[in-house]
């Protein structure tokens, strides 16, 4: 089968783990081969958090530059910091909500415009689906939920080889029963929020 490379970037605590473990969870529910690699980094600081996951015939999970089919940011800066792995056939689906590090709010550092950084997207990608998964979340019951709100973004913009289907079950499968309902209300606001983009 073909092979559709993704590298997912988020802060530490947004909660790019469990995407990924939803992820790999469909992918096996789909009976889609997949390997999956974590950077974790200084991520219990605010650092940055990357994981890369390959669906269908590969040896590796590793993504080099230029490589990504997909690149599925949860904070803006660091979705423009992962351009390098991208191509001009890269789709990418990116929070617009950010997250300042903490050199910005010390003053020493300044943050990069957000219609700046998606023109810049728009500008080296195929595609580019740009939400504000922070007030889906909160809409959805929980601002944890930014994972699982872009999770439905991603499978909306296709690409990934399973089924919407897959993705609520392994969903129901990795997270807790008690943000289950809260979870499943994310993914559908999110999966409705890219049909607009």
């Avoid at 650092?47 to 015939?57: H, T, Y």
């Avoid at 690149?71 to 990418?92: D, H, I, Q």
């Avoid at 973004?153 to 990934?160: F, I, M, N, R, Y």
């Amino acid at each position: 089968m073909e092979t559709t490379r993704l590298i997912i970037v988020a802060v530490g605590g947004q909660g790019n783990l469990l995407a990924s473990k939803v992820l790999g969870e469909a992918a096996l529910i789909s009976g889609v081969p997949v390997r999956m690699s974590e950077i974790h980094g200084m991520a219990q600081r605010g650092g940055v958090v990357e994981s890369a996951i390959v669906f269908g015939d590969a040896t590796s999970s590793i993504i080099s530059d230029g490589e990504a089919d997909i690149l599925m940011g949860f904070e803006p800066a660091e979705t423009l910091r992962a351009l390098n792995r991208c191509s001009k056939n890269t789709k990418v689906i990116t929070n617009t909500a950010t997250l300042p590090p903490f050199t910005v709010a010390i003053g020493k550092g300044v943050y990069p415009d957000v219609e700046n950084v998606k023109d810049l997207l728009k500008e080296k990608c195929a595609s580019l689906v740009a939400i504000d998964a922070m007030r889906l979340a909160k809409e959805a019951g929980s601002p944890m939920s930014v994972n699982i709100v872009l999770l439905g973004a991603l499978v909306q913009s296709g690409g990934l080889g399973f089924t919407k289907e897959n993705v609520i079950e392994a969903i129901k499968r990795r997270t807790k029963k008690a943000f289950l309902d809260m979870n499943l209300k994310a993914f559908e606001m999110g999966y409705e929020a890219a049909k607009g983009e």
